[in-house]
């Protein structure tokens, strides 16, 4: 059976009936599904005095754990008498040779089927008409490492992994909380990937928890990956370029989302938790600020939201300036400028959308190439190129210095996707500047406001607490308060 049927084969009342007595016709029908896969590995033995298989996938679990967590304490007593046996008497040998081990039992074969896939192994005896599904485990999964696009320099260094369970466990040991709340969804027709929303439930709002649950049971896609897929299905919709979903990897930064009411969202192989509702200034906060003083907290945070305005209005007020309002340049400054720029055979603004697409491109570069060289391309790739453009007569340095102030200043941004966001409305008023000048940013500038005065995050304006502005609720965005967050109280 090929893969893209399973879902719907789901439905088929012979995949929902119950299983039968015969340990032979559930591992005809197992190997029908699986179409003799070379990775379905099936072991006969005797399960006290009735026959029995062990059936497993070797690429789920492994095979050396289970031989000495399941099979050798099921071979110790083996009998010479053959028959079959009860539900209640394979309890009984259960809870006698494999008590410490965790199960639970399928009645159906989608349900055996599904435990298999998650890396349990199957124990079918003969007379009973259900599967034993022992959890094994032994699988190798990556050990905690630091984290890689969120790193501060103080803090713990422990980031999420691909494996669920361990990401959980990471919230569990900085919330020791029994009202932390996991609720299990499955999502993707093809790969039936595991999915946690986790919450605290003296902290979340109802109303949010509820969207949450209801946007999650309605995700309606093939498959899923990564946390991006999910992120994709359940945001609001209308954003054209601002996240409303935090992509969080450091549990520290997760559990303090959670006391504040926020809501977490673990997909299984993702090391990336989606962290909602998020707005405007929730982007700009590093969990490190929450370890250095308050006062050094505040003036980062500060400076921040100043380096994202340089980052995306600097190049499109240049052309503005250069183009339609040279009067405002001071005169020695515009004769140092009107001096380079006449040196230049292009256009002013078209060397400068261009400076601009090509360190885009040095960037992308840099992630493509092997990590223990990924860092130098784009720095050696600018250096290199730009002097020799400053040299050839093609671009003049003031060029080369606002693409660079530019970039660097979008790099403060502690989110990559809400800098890399900035980066493409960044080249939208390049264009508005060069055709109408300062009218075209205050056009462009008022396009993004309406925008961001519509959005909404689950519920919540995007601009809150700007606009509507809340005294209250600046105590934590723009200014940093001595304690992580209060939290909300139902």
């Known amino acids: 059976m090929s893969k893209t049927e399973w879902h719907e084969r789901k439905q088929e009342s012979r995949f929902n009936s119950t299983l039968s007595t015969d340990p032979e016709q559930t591992l005809l029908q197992l190997r ?41 304490p099921l071979t110790e007593e083996m009998t010479a008498e053959a028959g079959s046996i009860t539900r ?66 103080r803090g713990s260094d422990d980031a999420f992994t691909e494996a669920i369970e361990t990401n959980l466990s990471l919230i569990r040991r900085r ?9 299990t969804f499955t999502a993707g027709a093809e790969t039936g990937t595991q999915i946690y929303l986790v919450y605290l439930d003296n902290a979340a709002k109802p109303s949010l928890v509820s969207t949450f649950r209801s946007r999650l049971s ?88 100043f380096a994202f305005m340089v980052s995306l209005y600097l190049p499109a007020y240049y052309l503005c300036v250069i183009n339609y309002h040279a009067e405002m340049i001071p005169t020695s400054l515009l004769y140092s400028i009107s001096g380079q720029e006449q040196g230049s055979p292009f256009p002013t603004g078209f060397m400068l959308i261009a400076m601009s697409l090509v360190f885009e491109v040095l960037r992308e570069a840099g992630a493509r190439v092997p990590r223990n ?38 790099l403060v941004v502690p989110h990559f ?37 519509n959005l909404n995050s689950f519920g919540i304006p995007y601009l809150t607490p700007f606009a509507p502005f809340r005294l209250k609720g600046q105590q934590d965005m723009l200014v940093r308060t001595s304690h992580i967050s209060k939290g909300s109280s139902k």
């Not at 179409?35 to 298989?53: C, E, H, K, M, Y």
Request: charged letters at 15%.
């Open 218 to 305: 309605n995700v309606r896609i093939k498959g899923v990956f990564d946390s991006g897929n999910i992120k994709d299905a359940i945001k609001d919709k209308g954003s054209w370029f601002f996240p409303t979903i935090l992509d969080v990897e450091r549990p520290d930064t997760a559990a303090s989302m959670l006391v504040g009411g926020s809501c977490l969202v673990f997909v299984n192989g993702s090391p990336f938790v989606l962290v909602g509702p998020a707005v405007y200034g929730q982007f700009f906060i590093s969990a490190g600020d929450y370890y250095f003083p308050s006062l050094l907290s505040t003036a980062l945070r500060i400076l921040r939201h």
């Open 373 to 410: 060289i990924g860092q130098a391309v784009p720095l050696a790739g600018a250096i290199i190129l730009g002097q020799a453009a400053v040299e050839a007569g093609i671009v003049s340095s003031i060029i080369l210095i606002i693409v660079a102030a530019s970039e660097l200043c979008g």
């Open 175 to 183: 919330l020791r909380n029994p009202l932390l709340r996991v609720e």
């Open 32 to 72: 029908e599904l699986f179409g003799n896969s070379v990775d379905l590995q099936f072991t006969s033995l005797r399960i006290g005095i009735a026959s029995g298989i062990v059936c497993t996938l070797t690429t789920m679990a492994d095979t050396k754990t289970m031989a000495e967590k399941l099979l050798l």
């Open 417 to 453: 996707e809400f800098s890399a966001s900035v980066r493409l409305i960044r080249f939208g008023f390049m264009l508005a500047g060069l055709t109408l000048g300062i009218y075209g940013v205050f056009l462009g500038t008022a396009v993004l406001v309406i925008h961001l005065v």
């Open 88 to 153: 209640d008497q394979l309890e009984q040998l259960r809870q006698e040779r494999l008590g410490v081990l965790p199960f639970v039992y399928a009645t159906t074969l989608l349900e055996a089927v599904e435990r298999l896939l998650t890396g349990d192994a199957l124990l079918i005896a003969d007379g009973v008409d259900q599967v034993l599904c022992i959890e094994i485990g032994g699988m190798a999964v990556r050990s905690l490492e630091e984290a890689k696009t969120q790193r501060v320099n």
